[in-house]
């Protein structure tokens, strides 16, 4: 079962949009800037022409603690630790600091720990490494915030500590020097969505007394490079770094970075977000995932063409290895789930495994949650210890549930999105049942996958030239995303394979009007609709090049029939998954969710019109229970059915298939077990 997300049609006020229009700004990047909160015309004006400015260094807290400590160890020639991180934010965060103080005669060295060996964060035994070199002053970026006690043993060593860092603080600050954060619960306030680069990028700010004009001429490109990697909100002065940095990426100074662009194939095409994204980072990212940060820095800080050629063609190696070890590990995530379906119906999927690389779980991970629309943490074991990381859904605070069985971990830390955490396996069962009731004290109805969608747009709205009006909205990522435009009542007309087997381009009209849209990453046998249906498209627009000449690009992004009651769905998916953990019909739809004879005979017939049906339940929810409005009474009485020898169920290549079973005479549907245990909740209710 591959649930579907539920659509969010923004709908911005209408006066803030026409407060817009009133300032020259074309009506759809007016209506796009209201749904992204920009409604104040001056604040709309700077943000279309590049004029977020960054804010003053010292208003972040500590700032001048930090400042003051690493000026007395430049002036007394004392040596200096940088504490880095593994991935992409981290290692660019170390290469610009430890340039930085090199640049100003700096006796500095940077240490980044083994993800393998050593995990996320500060340890004891690399403190006492360090401290054992003459180590006086510890500055930690991308990291620290949660280090208490690691931080406790450094002081002991006698080394003071500065801790820049991006994520959650928990109640208690780590008792150093300095502790530079812009989530510190006693914060003013700041600009909070800073990536752990860019808290490192306001330091040098700081120690040069610059705003951060001059600085982002000379550090920018790394900056851009850490900020999108870290997919933290493309706003505000994250929006303004990454606009210089690709700016400073085009022609940058950094020669390992240029022989990465050039290797990509990116060295002769605009440089964006989107390539930092999924082309640059992940090669970056895949040397410190699989224990190889080394080469990474050394990439970002060589400084000879040829060891740079060198350097990329490895990392570029590292990547594929991650790829194929993601793949490995996704299929033995969805051959654990098929054998444990039960599986499915927890608020949260926790699955642990032998033989993971610890480094590349996180990417699985988020593919996991992509596929089923639930949290998921995954873990993998090594000598009685787990390792787990987690990815989340919209709404739904990972590190806030994590955080409540904290008692049972050795470390944890993240934020609502994601997070990573580590215990013993003998605490692993009777963590992942107080993970499930976190979740449910936290909240009734758990949240559910979402697509965010921009606007409803015809055929004829969206056109070459409109696009580009719109691209004085880039750069798109997080926060800013590319805009998602609903095409409604597009009739399919044709489907054709593409790339293998792996992706589709489908032929649709809208009011006659002929289009084509690309369905990436959507084999032939998982997709469920028919040439003759009427479908809604949820797409990204873009401009191609084909034969030299500009045309539109649609790229579809999810597909449903047209009138689709999602309401009904998404209510009724919550109470089925209860109803399958032996929980309580949420009162108020416990009646439309529980069906009846009547609602299982016409559910019946309905299928019978359509037997055998091939597809996924979703699928057949939308074609023949739409008339009961409630996927959980649909659901029931399909099984209930199955129980009585009515329908049979079978699994195949692209999906399951549905059909009605031969009968002689009357079956009684009383008999089901589903349909006793179904009256014993009614008589409670």
Known sequence: MIPMRQWQLASPPKAAVELLCQTQIPPLVAHLLAVRGVTDPQAARDFLDGKELLADPFLLKDMDKAVARIQEALEEGQKICIYGDYDCDGITSTVLLYTYLQNVGADVFFYIPDRDQEGYGMNMG???????????????????????NEIAYAVRLGMDVVVTDHHQPREELPDCTAVVNPHRRDQDEVFRELAGVGVAFKLVCALEQDDGGEMLEYYSDLVALGTVADVVALQGENRCIVRHGLESLRHTQNVGLAALISACGLAEKALTATSIAFVLAPRINAAGRLGRVEKAMDLLLCEEEEAAVVLVEEICGYNKERQALEAAILKDVAIYIQKNPELLYQRVLLIAGQGWHPGVIGIVCARVVEKFGKPCILFCEEEGELRGSGRSVDGFDLIGCISRCHELLDQYGGHPAAAGLSLQQEQYEVFCTQMQQAAAQMYEYMPQAQLQIDRSVSVQEVTVPVLKALQVLEPFGASNEPPVFLYEQCRLEGIYVMGAGKHLRLKLSQKEKPFYAVYFNMPPESFHYQIGETVDIAANCDIGVYQ???QLSVKIKDIRLSNFE????????????????????????????IPDRASIAELYRALRDRSPFSGDYEGLFARVGAKQENYCSFRLGLEILEERGLVKITREKRGFCFSVAPVKGKTDLEQSPIMKKLHQIKEVN
């Open 126 to 148: 690399a403190l006492s490494a360090i401290a054992s070199k003459g180590t006086q002053l510890v500055i930690t970026v991308d990291n620290g915030i949660s280090a208490i």
């Open 548 to 550: 030299g000449q500009e």
């Open 566 to 593: 999602q309401d009904g769905y998404f209510e009724g998916r919550e109470q089925y998954d209860r109803f399958y953990r032996g929980e309580a019909f949420l009162e108020d739809s416990a009646t439309r969710s």
